[in-house]
T-cell receptor, first 112, second 108 residues
Framework: DGGITQSPKYLFRKEGQNVTLSCEQN?????MYWYRQDPGQGLRLIYY???????QKGDIAEGYSVSREKKESFPLTVTSAQKNPTAFYLC???????????FGPGTRLTVL | RKEVEQDPGPFNVPEGATVAFNCTYS??????FFWYRQDCRKEPKLLMS???SGNEDGRFTAQLNRASQYISLLIRDSKLSDSATYLC?????????FGTGTSLTVIP
């Protein structure tokens, strides 16, 4: 089946630890995105990538890092520098920056 | 000023009712417009794209007004299964901007 997957679904982390969230797509999409969603708020863009080996900061990139070594994969690392990392993280992909986005099922990160 | 603004609701309507949501956007150069549906604790799913001439998909009608910079979603004959949060999304440049969502509950 074609689609976009994220793992794990739930993740618990201690303060001070880095953690990497996985995002994979087999839709042959060029563009990929990471968002976070907090309760009662809209989606906020962390990073996006329009092509392999290139990515851009979004509105709230501080404390996060990404890589795009393969077209199919866009992992997000939440570093210890991120002050409020507990949130719902959503990965999305699209054919290009003008077409609709498709989302993965998300990862709920809780920092203990 | 936010890129995209939506009335958060909540909208509580009886089954069979017609309900409309509006969304305004600030960038007149915005190029693509969408409505997404998000169920509780799930990812957003594309409901429909919004075209300049307006478009319909079954009970759902989307319209775009570029002069006034808003998009709308009309749901006719509401079903219990329509209960969800509806997000408007606007593409400007290389980024997608999401509204905070409008909550809809359809009551039996």
């Amino acid at each position: 089946d074609g689609g976009i997957t994220q793992s794990p679904k739930y993740l618990f982390r201690k303060e001070g630890q880095n953690v990497t969230l996985s995002c994979e797509q087999n839709l042959n999409h060029d563009a990929m995105y990471w968002y976070r969603q907090d309760p009662g708020q809209g989606l906020r863009l962390i990073y996006y990538s329009q092509i392999v080996n290139d990515f851009q900061k979004g509105d709230i990139a501080e404390g996060y890092s990404v890589s795009r070594e393969k077209k199919e994969s866009f992992p997000l690392t939440v570093t210890s520098a991120q002050k409020n990392p507990t949130a719902f993280y959503l990965c999305a992909s699209s054919i290009n920056e003008l077409h609709e986005q498709f989302f993965g099922p998300g990862t709920r990160l809780t920092v203990l | 000023r936010k890129e995209v603004e939506q009335d958060p609701g909540p909208f509580n309507v009886p089954e069979g009712a017609t309900v409309a949501f509006n969304c305004t956007y600030s960038n007149s150069a915005s190029q693509s417009f969408f409505w997404y549906r998000q169920d509780c604790r799930k990812e957003p799913k594309l409901l429909m794209s919004v075209y300049s001439s307006g478009n319909e998909d079954g009970r759902f009608t989307a319209q775009l007004n570029r002069a006034s910079q808003y998009i709308s979603l009309l749901i006719r004959d509401s079903k219990l299964s329509d209960s969800a949060t509806y997000l408007c999304v606007v593409n400007s440049g290389n980024q997608f901007y999401f509204g905070t969502g409008t909550s809809l509950t359809v009551i039996p």
